[in-house]
C-alpha cells in the first residue's frame, strides 16, 4: 500500500473515530458552553484542551522550520507564544473574580460600549478566519506540492470530516476530542523524539551547538512573542471562550499549566527542525525528517499533523458558532449555531486556494491586536470609550505599517529576520499605552 494511501485512511478513520465519539449536544447549553449537566470539565481537562487547541499545525510546522532555521533559539522563540495562556489566566481570574464579568464581550461593552465589542469581534473574526486556511494548508502538503490536485482535496476533505464531528457537539465535542488527541500528541511525540536521539549523529550537544543566543538568530522573535502575549490571546476565543467555563480557581490554575506544558511541547517539536538542520536538510524540517528515518516515522508525523490540526480546526468552528450565537445574539438556537460552523468552514477555505503564508497568520495578525494590551492589562482603570479605539485604532494602524513595510528603518535597532516585527510591536505598543492613557490624564 502506498505512502498516500496510508495518509488518507488516517484522516478518514481518525475522523469517523472522533465523530462516533463525540458527544451528541441537544441543547444550547451542551452546544455552546459544553454544559453536561452540573459537570464541568475538571483542571486536566482544561488544560490538555487548552494545550492541544493551540499546538495546532501551523504552530508545530513553525516550530520544526524554525528549528531548521535558528537551532534551539528559534524552537523557544516560538514557545514565547505560551506566555500568553498565564497572561490570559490570570486577567480571567482577575475578571471574573474582582470584576463579576461572564465574558469577554461583557466586559467591553459595560466599559466602553457596543461599538467597542462590535469592533473586537470583528478582530475576532479575522482571528478564527485565519485559523482555518492556516491550518489545513499544512495538511494539503502532506498530500502533495501545492497547488496540485492531491493538496486540494486534501484540505477540503479534511475540512469536511473536521466539521462533521464539530456539527454533532459543538463546544462539549471540541473539548471532549481535545483530551483524545491530546494523549495521542503525546504518545506521537515522545516515538518521534525517540527516534530522533537514538540516531548516532545526534545528541544534546548537538542540540546546544544548533542556536546562537542572538538577535538576528531568533532573539528578535523571541521578544515579539513575548510582547504579543500581553494582547495575543485576548483575541482568541478558542483560548478565552475556555477561561468561562469552570470555577475561576481551575481556570487560573489550568491556564499556568498550559503554559508551561504548552511552551515544552512546541520547544520539544522544534527539536525536529533542529535535526534536520544537523543534516543539512531543506524545505519543511517536519516533512525531511520523516522521509529521512522512513514511512512509519513519517505516517508518525503526519497523524501529529492531522490530530492538531483537527483539535484547532474544531475549536475554530466551535468559537465562530458561539460568537455570532451567543456573544452577538445573533441566534441562540442549535440550528443557526450549526449554520455557523459551515459558513466559517467555507469561507475560511478561499485563501487556500490563494497560496497565503501560513506563518504571517500569527505574526501579522499578533500586530494588528497590539492595542488590546493597555485594555486588558489596565482593565480596572476606569478609562473612557474614546481609549479603546484610540489603542487598537494605534495598533491596527501599526499592524498595516508592518503588513506594507512603511516603518521607518531609523527605528530598527536590532538586525536580522524579525527585527521589524519586533520593533514596531514594542514601538506600537508603547504608543498604544499612551494614546490609551492620555484621555484618563487629560479627565484629570
Avoid at 522550520?65 to 481570574?93: D, P, Q, R, T
Avoid at 525528517?289 to 513519517?298: D, M, N, S, W, Y
Avoid at 535597532?413 to 506600537?428: H, I, Q, R
Wanted: contains cysteine.
Amino acid at each position: 500500500m502506498s505512502m498516500l494511501s496510508w495518509q488518507w485512511i488516517l484522516v478518514v478513520a481518525s475522523s469517523g473515530l472522533l465523530f462516533w465519539l463525540s458527544p451528541w449536544a441537544k441543547t444550547p447549553a451542551q452546544f455552546f458552553q459544553a454544559a453536561q449537566g452540573k459537570i464541568k470539565p475538571n483542571a486536566w481537562m482544561l488544560t490538555g484542551s487548552l494545550i492541544i487547541s493551540w499546538i495546532f499545525a501551523k504552530s508545530i510546522t513553525n516550530a520544526a522550520n524554525l528549528g531548521l532555521e535558528f537551532g534551539w533559539v528559534g524552537g523557544l522563540a516560538y514557545a514565547g507564544y505560551y506566555l500568553s495562556f498565564a497572561v490570559a489566566g490570570i486577567i480571567i481570574y482577575q475578571l471574573r473574580t474582582k470584576g463579576g464579568f461572564e465574558s469577554i464581550h461583557q466586559f467591553l461593552t459595560q466599559r466602553f460600549g457596543k461599538g467597542a465589542m462590535a469592533l473586537f469581534s470583528f478582530l475576532i473574526v479575522i482571528r478564527l478566519f485565519n485559523e482555518v486556511w492556516s491550518n489545513t494548508m499544512v495538511i494539503g502538503t502532506y498530500f502533495g506540492d501545492m497547488g496540485t490536485t492531491a493538496y486540494y482535496a486534501a484540505i477540503l476533505v479534511f475540512t469536511a470530516l473536521t466539521l462533521l464531528y464539530a456539527l454533532k457537539g459543538g463546544l462539549s465535542s471540541s473539548i471532549f476530542t481535545d483530551v483524545i488527541q491530546m494523549v495521542l500528541f503525546t504518545i506521537l511525540l515522545m516515538v518521534i523524539l525517540s527516534t530522533i536521539f537514538s540516531a548516532p549523529d545526534f545528541s544534546s550537544e548537538t542540540i546546544a551547538a544548533s542556536g546562537t543566543w542572538g538577535f538576528d538568530t531568533g532573539l528578535n522573535l523571541l521578544l515579539a512573542a513575548v510582547l504579543q502575549s500581553f494582547s495575543y490571546p485576548f483575541h482568541d476565543p478558542v483560548l478565552t471562550d475556555r477561561g468561562f467555563i469552570t470555577h475561576p480557581k481551575i481556570t487560573r490554575k489550568s491556564f499556568l499549566w498550559a503554559s508551561a506544558l504548552g511552551a515544552g511541547c512546541i520547544f520539544l517539536f522544534s527539536l525536529i527542525g533542529v535535526y534536520a538542520q544537523s543534516q543539512g536538510m531543506e524545505g519543511q524540517a517536519a516533512v525531511e525528517v520523516g522521509k529521512a528515518f522512513g514511512i512509519t516515522i513519517l505516517l508518525v508525523i503526519n497523524f501529529i499533523m492531522i490530530t492538531s490540526a483537527a483539535s484547532t480546526l474544531d475549536s475554530t468552528f466551535s468559537s465562530f458558532s458561539k460568537l455570532l450565537s451567543v456573544d452577538l445574539h445573533m441566534g441562540k438556537n442549535l440550528t443557526f449555531g450549526r449554520a455557523a460552523m459551515v459558513g466559517i468552514a467555507v469561507i475560511g477555505t478561499i485563501p487556500v486556494f490563494l497560496e497565503a503564508e501560513i506563518l504571517s497568520a500569527t505574526t501579522i495578525s499578533g500586530t494588528m491586536v497590539i492595542g488590546l494590551t493597555p485594555v486588558f492589562c489596565c482593565w480596572k482603570l476606569k478609562a473612557p470609550s474614546v481609549s479603546f479605539y484610540l489603542s487598537v485604532g494605534c495598533g491596527l494602524f501599526f499592524g498595516l505599517l508592518l503588513v506594507l513595510e512603511l516603518f521607518p528603518r531609523e527605528l530598527l535597532f536590532t538586525s536580522g529576520k524579525y527585527a521589524p516585527l519586533l520593533w514596531v510591536n514594542l514601538w506600537g505598543i508603547l504608543s498604544c499605552f499612551i494614546l490609551y492613557l492620555l484621555p484618563i490624564w487629560i479627565k484629570k
